[in-house]
């Protein structure tokens, strides 16, 4: 029993552990581009915190810098001379005479420019980690191909056929089966023009995803777009899922599923469809470990799904994922440029995703903070240093992104009283811009709480009704 706890305590360890690292690298970065360039433009930064609230441990550098690390580490900010907040709220004194080195006298593109900084640093460091992870272990090639086409589905009704190598979608040029996944589950319920490549004849097809409501073991509801094409892949399983049916039965990385219930399995997607109806059914899997076949005994969960037409039903899983093709080594170039690739796709992807939920195209309980952030990066540990990398570039990519919004208190909000103030060649008064930033607390706070509330109520479901 003690042995079963330490390891618990090491196991949850790692995971508070992988979750301050996540947050820890998109913080600094962030706020490591706002210091930088307030350097280079002569602006005199008094504090650099990482975290909120009581000080954990601080130290003061040559130029008068207080680096301070904090008890939440929720965040960060930096903050310069002539700042009466965290938030880089001005003030009242006029410009000319505030003292040398107040970021509020500097002309108003050096302060743009200072704020700006912050989210391109998030940028920039995301497509370096992509770059990074890239050139160490290699790229997934695997191409664009259909292998099948689900009768009934959109892809068939559209046209397109097995065989069909698919070049570009709604002119984003397809490079791998990837890009095709990614595009089309992101945008249930909006036509699509599809590009293919048939025999050396290009046919473009519109086609709109079927909506596909599927809830992931941690609660979360995903509105999934599905056109019913399939890449084949074997039935050898990459990864087991800790703590999942397959791992308590005993299924392991590199076995070959032969058969289920008898039944013979050819590719990967039999298991899914063999297992998806069978959830809580005992079902006799057979496979080929390194040559001796084995039958194994497994029992699906279940996970809440909708089909297409909106009626509920339950999702087998028993949670292993297919051992895709061997990631392909690239040039650094080529890693740069896949990593600058990957960070412009998770931008797109995140604004697609905002307008879809305000459109109400996209379910909003999907939105979710600081616990569900720290569910996901738990998840993530688990499986390595690659995905956890990748994990930290997406969110950094998205951190960016969201504090670029137009709303005062955040770097967008900054600079949308810049470009104001540029346009009217004179800053709005103190009066607007206290204003403004009360609004932008109201609606931060609204953002705060809504996200933490819908935190809650998954993990309050979740305990009543099991799961995750």
């Known amino acids: ?15 508070v552990l992988g979750f301050l690292f996540v947050l820890g690298v998109v913080v600094f970065f962030h706020e490591l581009g706002h210091f930088l360039v307030a350097r280079w433009c002569g602006v005199t930064v008094t504090t650099f915190s ?13 130029h008068g810098t207080r680096w301070r690390v904090a008890a939440i580490p929720l965040g960060g900010y930096v903050k310069f001379l002539d700042d009466t907040n965290a938030a880089s709220q001005p003030s009242a004194t006029a410009p000319e005479n505030l003292p040398p080195g107040s970021f509020h006298g500097k002309p108003v593109w050096q302060r743009a420019l200072v704020v700006a900084a912050g989210p391109v640093a998030n940028f920039l460091v995301a497509a370096l980690i992509y770059t990074a992870v890239n050139a160490t272990y ?3 090639m695997i191409t664009a191909r259909v292998d099948e086409v689900v009768a009934g589905m959109p ?17 984003w040029s397809i490079e791998t089966f990837d890009d095709v996944v990614r595009i089309v589950t992101a945008s249930s319920g909006r036509t699509l023009n599809i590009t293919v490549d048939r025999a050396g004849e290009v046919h473009t097809f519109p086609v709109t995803p079927a909506v596909r409501d599927q809830e992931s073991d941690l609660g979360v509801t995903l509105r999934l777009g599905d056109i019913g094409i399939n890449r084949v892949l074997p ?8 703590d999942s049916p397959a791992e308590k039965a005993g299924i392991e990385s590199g076995d070959v599923i032969t058969a289920i219930d008898g039944a013979p399995v050819t590719s990967f997607e039999d298991v899914i469809n063999m297992v998806g109806p069978a959830a809580g059914r005992t079902l006799a899997i057979t496979v080929d470990r390194a040559g001796t076949a084995r039958t194994i005994e497994v029992v699906p969960g279940a996970v809440d799904g909708k089909k297409p037409d909106g009626t509920p039903y339950k999702q087998g899983r028993i949670g292993v994922s297919p051992d895709r093709p061997a990631p392909v080594a690239v040039s650094l170039p080529e890693a740069l440029r896949l990593g600058v690739r990957e960070t412009y796709a998770n931008i797109v992807q995140t604004i697609t995703g905002i307008w879809d939920i305000l459109a109400q195209r996209q379910s909003a309980d999907q939105v979710g903070g600081p616990i569900l952030m720290a569910e996901v990066t738990a998840r993530v540990v688990e499986l390595g240093w690659e995905p956890l990398l990748r994990w930290t570039a997406l969110i950094s990519a998205n951190i960016g992104l969201l ?4 709303i005062p208190l955040l770097d967008g909000g900054h600079l949308v009283f810049y470009a104001v103030e540029a346009i009217r060649r004179r800053p709005l008064s103190q009066r607007v811009q206290e204003i403004g930033f009360q609004i932008g607390i109201a609606v931060v706070l609204m953002l705060v709480v809504f996200v933490n509330l819908n935190d809650l ?12």
């Open 235 to 242: 039935a050898r399983i990459g990864t087991v899922v800790p």
């Open 1 to 15: 029993m003690i042995e079963g706890l330490i390891s618990q305590a090491f196991t949850w360890g790692l995971y």
């Open 403 to 406: 504090n670029l919004l137009p």
């Open 155 to 171: 892809a068939e009704k559209a046209g397109i056929k097995a065989g069909d190598i698919i070049t570009d979608i709604d002119g």
């Open 457 to 468: 109520m998954r993990l309050g479901k979740r305990w009543l009704f099991g799961g995750g």
């Open 50 to 62: 990482i975290g909120f609230g009581r000080e954990l441990g601080a130290f003061v550098d040559r």
């Open 138 to 140: 290699g790229v997934s």
